[in-house]
């Protein structure tokens, strides 16, 4: 198997199953128990609070509650803030290419509870304009969200300067969903009023996801109950994933420099191999991550070659829908000046540290036979 | 035999004569399958009726369970009582007074001819007793409750609720057909047909991957797994198509390809259908629901095999065939959006009125005599049962 989809999801680290298991089995009680079990529980998701916090550098300005995932996290800080804030104004800002955890959270918010929500269009290289939000921000605005590396492209927002704009209103503030950026781009994750993350794409195990916000922010809760993460997320937490989570995001942070280089290796000599195919083209802006790209196939459908290429056992993404009646092509492509058949027929490579380059040639190789094989579209 | 007990009629089997043993038998074996689920039930086949004691189970959900059996006429919740005449009628009585209604009829039945009184007599010692002890009056063209009573060789019935069952017969008495699967709307709901009729179902897919996804296979697992609930255990056998129609795309002129298609599908399923001891094919096509299902396409498709071909849904509409597949649960399932090897490099205009002589023409261009065997000896198969894929040992996780 050649696994090259780790930005839909990654192999947990030894680390962070090790402890899990230990954790699951040994402090099973409830971390909201009183008793002794209890309280030795909750030491330990006191303990991953504190790691992560540390590691991000945010432990003097921020708290965090751990979620299911980044998907949950993403609902509680756009929901939750626009609930508890919406007396101070009914503005949002994000962007077409967000993910949509994003999208459709606020969509409910514009279709069902009357917010006004801009969504920014990305300029060719997948980013936002820094003109296009000053243009949008004005004094009604009280969030606004935006991811730091783009899932599908893999292209970087500056979020520091993108920052610096929506900090210039006082009432507003700046979600980063960070979910593709943990363990991959660093930035100053300060800059985040709310952060968003899941600890599956970075080493830690599925269901675990983490909310970050600024000491002063209150939140309307999504789920009532025992008052559990602050009474903002109620519900028996998972405290052997959050903790195996704090283990993997330590590890991921502390290793980035060195992952990186390799993912640098790793993408260039993918990259060099895809330019050499006149039946490909590359879609993600010069400067990506190099731990994720995106490219189209000119003319092959991208349902097939993935088909093609999971017999073989080589996974990657596509965006392609796989019915023919839906034609579902990628937003953020179209809105890069992408047409419609090479929005339709992306896919998406995406590497972990443990990838090696004779699996990049390995996919390669096979990828370019299977479209001298495969009937175009 | 004491408490309610199912009774279990059989319709169209008392035309058989001869075969009306094995036809029980089998209905029997059936039945015992399908409530294998209610460990105390208790089963007795007599030459007139298959017997089940509820025993404590759940009624409702037993005869859902019995109406999904081929080869079930009615069926009726019956008490059994002591064959004399003033037990039965207390019980009629009983069983009336349970009931919301004005008037009443009794129905008899005298199997037994030895019983001393006659069926008029019974009916007539029944409704004066209900009529004495009762508010009730008789109608006998109207009534609102029926009270039936049949006198059998070992013991006395009444009944006042009869279901139907599907009809049909025992599955499997009429043999196996072959059918093709292609997992979209109708042909599920073909095979829903056949089992209702009795006819043993084994399934032929044509896959071409890549251009069709490995998850249509999954999609054709949970199809068979609804329809296990009438035929426990269902064989797919996939056929890789990649080739041949890869082959089709290149020899055949456009508007061709799905006519030669379905032939080559028809010679591969002729002959796995001799293999696996079918004994004829089966498909959901419906006439004129797209190019490939006019009569001229029939016919000239048909053309390749003398083998016998069963449509169910011939003449079908298309929305009674959805509403067939919503009821019985294959809908949802086979709207999920993945291509079948009939939909991938479809045709922009597919030929409505193809004619033989140009399939023969276009047919003479390669060598797909080959090719079909090819298909043939590469099948892989999936056995279904009760909803599960059967995995042979040491695969099973």
Redesign the interface.
Known sequence: MIYLDNAASSKPTRLALDSYAKLAELSFANASSPHKAGREANRYLEEARKRILKALRLEKTHSILFTSGATEANNLALKGVAFQYASRGKKIVSCLAEHSSVKNALKELQDQFGFEVVYLPVNSEGKVDIEELKKAMDSQTILVSLMAVNNEIGSINDVKTLASIVHQYPKAYFHVDATQAIGKEAFEYSCADLLTFSGHKFGGLKGNGALCYKKTIKFLPLASGGDQEYGYRSGTVDMPGAYAMSLALEEALKELPAHKAKAKELMSALEKGLKENPLLAINSPKDHTPFLVNFSLLKHKA?????????KEIYVSSHS??????VDPSETLLCMGYDEGRADNAIRVSFSPSNTVEEVETFLQTLSQ?LTE??TR | MTGKHFMIRFGELSTKGDNKKQFIQSLGKNVRHALKDFPSLTFQVTHDHIFVGLNEEDEEAVLSRLQEVSGIQRISLVLPVEKDIDKIAELALELAKKENGKTFKIETKRIDKLFPLKSYEICVKVADHILENSSYAVDVHNPDVTIHVEIAESSAYVYAHEYPGCGGYPLGMNGKVLLLLSGGIDSPVAAYSLLRRGIKVECIHFAAPPYTSEAVIDKLKDLIGVLNVYQPKIKINVVAFTKLQEAIYKYVAEPYCITIMRRMMLRIATKVAKKCRALALATGESIGQVASQTLVSIQTINDVTNFPILRPLAVEDKVSIMNTARRIGTYEISIRPYEDCCTIFKPKKPKTKPKIEECEFFEKKWDWASQVDECVSSITSILMEDGIEKVEEGEAL
């Open positions: 349902s097939v070659i993935l088909e093609a290429l999971s017999e829908a796989c019915d023919e009646k839906k299977i495969v009937k």
